[in-house]
C-alpha cells in the first residue's frame, strides 16, 4: 500500500497519478480526512484516559463524602474513553479500506491513459518476409503432432489443451534455458505453491473481492495463483530481511491459473490465452533506492532471452490505467507474431517500489543498525507458454517443419527442426 505519511505530505502527486490512472483523485481527501480523524479520536481518547488515570489517584485519597462523585466521574470519563477508542478504531478501519483500494504512486515519466495509450521504447529485429501464407501457431502445432486442443477441452473444457511431443519437449527446454539464465543472474531456483490464503493474494495486490480473473477453492478459502509473484511475496511476509550483500532474487517455476474472464471472442484458438500454463517468474526484494536500477536489469534479462530465441520484439512502457494495483511502472515485451500481423506482449516487468512490501510487512534491516526501513519488490517473466507462440510461427517453413533456434538446441538434445507428422520416419518394429 502508499505511505499515508507521504501523500499528506505530498497530495498533488497522489492526485495526479490517479489522474493518469483514470481513477478517482477524491479518494486522496477521503485518505487524508479518515487519516485526521483517526488521529483526533486517538489523541482525544489519550487526553480522557490521562484524566481518568489522575481522577483514579484522587479517589484513593479522597474522603467518604467525595468518593460518590469522584466515582461518578470515573464511570464517565471510562465511557467516554471507550466512545473514543471505538471512533478511533473505526476511523483506522475506514483508512485501510481506502488504502486497500487505493493503487501504487507511478513514477514520473509513465504514460498518462489506458491500454491503448503506451509509449513504444524500441523495436528489435524485422519480421520475416514469407512467400506464402503464414501458418498460425496452432496449424503448426497439430502438423507437428504438438498441440491437441480437442482433447484439452474434452478433458477439462474451453481454453485447456494437451501440449505433447515436440512441444511439449519444447515448453520444457524453454523453462530449463531460462531458469539457467537466472541462476547465471544470482537468481535462487524456486517451485512455489500454486494455492495461497486470501491475505496473500491481497497483500500482493490482488483485489481477491472483485478480480473476476482468480480461481477460488471455496471450502478451503484458498486461491490458484495467475503468477508465482504472489507465492514469492508472500515468502517472506512478516519478516525483516538483510539486504546487506544485495538484492534477495528469486526464480519461481510454477503453473498458473487465470479465468480470462474479461476475454470472450478474443484469442480463444490455440494458446495464447488459456486458463493453464507454465511460467518462470523473475521476483527481487532490494532497497528502495536501488528499485529502478533493478527493473532496467529485469528487462534487460528478458530480452536477453527474445534475443536467444531470435523473435522480432518491440519494448513498451505500459500506460498508468493498465498497470494495475500494485506497479508503478511497467515494461511489456511483445513479439511479432505473423500470422497476426501485429506484437503480442510474451513478457512484462513490474517495479511495484514499497507498495507490495507494506502490505506483506516487510522490511529491511539498515545496514550497521537496529532500525528497520522499508523496501521494494519488483517481478517479471522470463518464460512462459505462450512463448512457443512466437517460436513456432517466427521460425516456420513451408513445409509445416519448424527451425528449431539454435540457442534452445542443447536444451532439446540438439533436435534441429520440428517435423510434420507426416514427413517423419515411420518407427521401426521391435527385433
Not at 501458418?135 to 507437428?144: F, K, M, S, Y
Not at 478451503?220 to 503468477?227: E, F, P, Q, R
Not at 510487512?361 to 519488483?378: C, H, S
Not at 540457442?407 to 507428422?421: A, K, S
Amino acid at each position: 500500500m502508499i505511505e499515508v505519511r507521504d501523500l499528506i505530505e505530498n497530495p498533488d502527486r497522489y492526485r495526479a497519478s490517479q489522474q493518469a490512472r483514470g481513477a478517482d483523485a477524491s479518494a486522496v481527501e477521503a485518505i487524508i480526512s479518515a487519516d485526521a480523524e483517526r488521529r483526533s479520536q486517538i489523541t482525544t481518547a489519550e487526553s480522557l484516559r490521562a484524566e481518568q488515570n489522575a481522577l483514579g489517584k484522587e479517589v484513593t485519597g479522597a474522603s467518604a463524602e467525595e468518593k460518590p462523585a469522584l466515582l461518578a466521574r470515573l464511570k464517565d470519563l471510562a465511557a467516554q474513553v471507550k466512545a473514543a477508542s471505538a471512533e478511533a478504531d473505526t476511523a483506522q478501519q475506514r483508512l485501510d479500506g481506502y488504502l486497500r483500494d487505493f493503487p501504487n504512486l507511478i513514477e514520473e515519466g509513465v504514460p498518462a491513459g489506458g491500454e491503448e495509450d503506451f509509449v513504444v521504447l524500441k523495436e528489435v529485429g524485422a519480421p520475416r518476409t514469407f512467400e506464402t501464407e503464414p501458418r498460425d501457431h496452432l496449424q503448426l502445432g497439430e502438423l507437428i503432432g504438438g498441440i491437441d486442443m480437442a482433447r484439452g477441452a474434452k478433458v477439462s473444457g474451453s481454453r485447456f489443451s494437451f501440449l505433447r511431443g515436440p512441444v511439449a519437449r519444447l515448453e520444457i527446454a524453454l523453462l530449463n534455458m531460462a531458469l539457467e539464465q537466472a541462476v547465471r543472474y544470482g537468481f535462487i531456483p524456486m517451485i512455489t505453491p500454486t494455492l495461497v490464503r486470501p491475505e496473500i493474494m491481497a497483500g500482493t495486490g490482488f483485489d481477491v473481492q472483485h478480480d473476476d480473473e482468480i480461481y477460488r477453492l471455496e471450502k478451503d478459502d484458498l486461491y490458484l495463483v495467475g503468477t508465482s509473484e504472489v507465492a514469492l511475496a508472500g515468502y517472506h511476509a512478516d519478516e525483516i530481511l538483510d539486504l546487506s550483500e544485495g538484492p534477495l532474487r528469486y526464480a519461481g517455476w510454477s503453473s498458473c491459473y487465470r479465468r480470462e474472464a474479461g476475454s470472450a471472442g478474443k484469442d480463444t484458438r490455440g494458446i495464447i490465452r488459456v486458463h493453464q500454463f507454465n511460467k518462470l517468474e523473475m521476483f527481487s526484494y532490494v532497497p528502495l533506492a536501488e528499485a529502478a536500477a533493478e527493473h532496467e536489469r529485469m528487462l534487460a534479462w528478458e530480452e536477453e532471452m527474445l534475443a536467444r530465441l531470435e523473435v522480432p520484439y518491440r519494448v513498451i512502457d505500459t500506460a498508468a490505467g493498465d498497470l494495475g494495483l500494485s506497479a508503478a511502472r511497467k515494461f511489456d515485451c511483445e513479439a511479432w507474431i505473423p500470422s497476426q500481423g501485429r506484437y503480442r506482449e510474451l513478457t512484462s516487468t513490474s517495479n511495484c517500489t514499497g507498495y507490495q512490501a507494506r502490505r506483506l510487512r516487510i522490511r529491511e534491516r539498515v545496514p550497521g543498525a537496529k532500525a528497520t526501513r522499508p523496501l521494494a519488490t519488483l517481478n517479471g517473466t522470463l518464460a512462459t507458454t505462450r512463448w512457443i507462440v512466437a517460436i513456432l510461427e517466427n521460425h516456420q517453413n513451408s513445409d509445416g517443419s519448424v527451425t528449431v533456434p539454435e540457442q534452445i538446441r542443447p536444451y532439446l538434445g540438439g533436435l534441429e527442426r520440428l517435423e510434420p507428422l507426416a514427413s517423419r520416419a515411420p518407427e521401426q518394429p521391435e527385433q
